[in-house]
C-alpha cells in the first residue's frame, strides 16, 4: 500500500507481559518515528530513526521500552514488563523532505 | 529550545460558523509549519503547510499564513462543516532537523 501501517491495530494485554508494535513506513522514507498518545492528550515523542545513524532514543520513557529498525524497512516497538500507565496509542510515522505521514497507529491495553 | 503553543479546547462551533484555532511557535532560524488532524479513530493527516514566511497553507476550505513577525500560523476556515469535528495539531519542523515539535492539539466538535 502508498501509506504507513501499523499492526497490530489493537491489543489488550495483561500487567506484566511484554508486548511487540509493528510498524511499516512508506517505500523509500529514509527517517521513522514512534510517538504516543494518551487518551485525550497530544503526541509524546519517543524515538526516532534517519538511515544507518544511531537512532534518537530520547524520548522513552523506561528502559523497558526499546526499538529497532532494520535498514529503511519495518521498525518494532518493544515494551518489557507493561504497566497500566503504558496504555495509550502508539503512532508511528514516516517522513519525506519536512513532513510526516503517519500510521493508523496500534491500541494498547494494558489490563 | 523549540515549542508550539495552540488554544486549549474544545471548541464548539454550529455548522457554517467561522473557526480560528490559534497557534504560536519558538524557533530558531526558518522552521516549516504544519497543521495536522486528527478524526476520529483515525491517525494523524497532514491538513497544511507552509514553509517561509508570508506563506499561506490551504487545503479542503481552510487556510494558515506563516507570520514571522507574530510568530503565528493560526488555523483559520469560513464556514465549518459537521464532518470538520476532529482534534487539530500545530507543529513545527526546523530547517535539517529532523524531530517535529507538536502542540498539545485541540479538539473542535461542530454542531448540526
Known amino acids: 500500500g502508498a501509506g504507513v501501517s501499523q499492526s497490530p491495530s489493537n491489543k489488550v494485554t495483561e500487567k506484566g507481559k511484554d508486548v511487540e508494535l509493528r510498524c511499516d513506513p512508506i517505500?523509500?522514507?529514509?527517517?521513522l518515528y514512534w510517538y504516543r498518545q494518551r487518551l485525550g492528550q497530544g503526541l509524546e515523542f519517543l524515538i526516532y530513526?534517519?538511515?544507518?545513524?544511531?537512532?534518537?532514543k530520547s524520548g522513552l520513557p523506561s528502559d523497558r521500552f526499546s526499538a529497532e529498525r532494520t535498514g529503511e524497512s519495518v521498525s518494532t516497538l518493544t515494551i518489557q514488563r507493561t504497566q497500566q500507565e503504558d496504555s495509550a496509542v502508539y503512532l508511528c510515522?514516516?517522513?519525506?523532505?519536512?513532513?510526516?505521514?503517519f500510521g493508523p497507529g496500534t491500541r494498547l491495553t494494558v489490563l | 529550545g523549540n515549542s508550539v503553543t495552540q488554544m486549549e479546547g474544545p471548541v464548539t462551533l454550529s455548522e457554517e460558523a467561522f473557526l480560528t484555532i490559534n497557534c504560536t511557535y519558538t524557533?530558531?532560524?526558518?522552521?516549516?509549519l504544519f497543521w495536522y488532524v486528527q478524526y476520529p479513530g483515525e491517525g494523524l493527516q497532514l491538513l497544511l503547510k507552509?514553509?517561509?514566511?508570508?506563506d499561506k497553507g490551504s487545503n479542503k476550505g481552510f487556510e494558515a499564513t506563516y507570520r514571522k513577525e507574530t510568530t503565528s500560523f493560526h488555523l483559520e476556515k469560513g464556514s465549518v462543516q459537521v464532518s470538520d469535528s476532529a482534534v487539530y495539531f500545530c507543529?513545527?519542523?526546523?530547517?535539517?532537523?529532523?524531530?517535529?515539535?507538536f502542540g498539545a492539539g485541540t479538539r473542535l466538535f461542530v454542531k448540526a
Open positions: 510515522a514516516s517522513r519525506n523532505t519536512d513532513t510526516q505521514y
Open positions: 517505500s523509500g522514507h529514509t527517517a
Open positions: 530513526f534517519q538511515g544507518n545513524s544511531a537512532p534518537d
Open positions: 524557533a530558531t532560524g526558518y522552521p516549516s
Open positions: 507552509a514553509t517561509k514566511a508570508d
Open positions: 507543529a513545527l519542523s526546523n530547517t535539517g532537523g529532523f524531530k517535529t515539535i
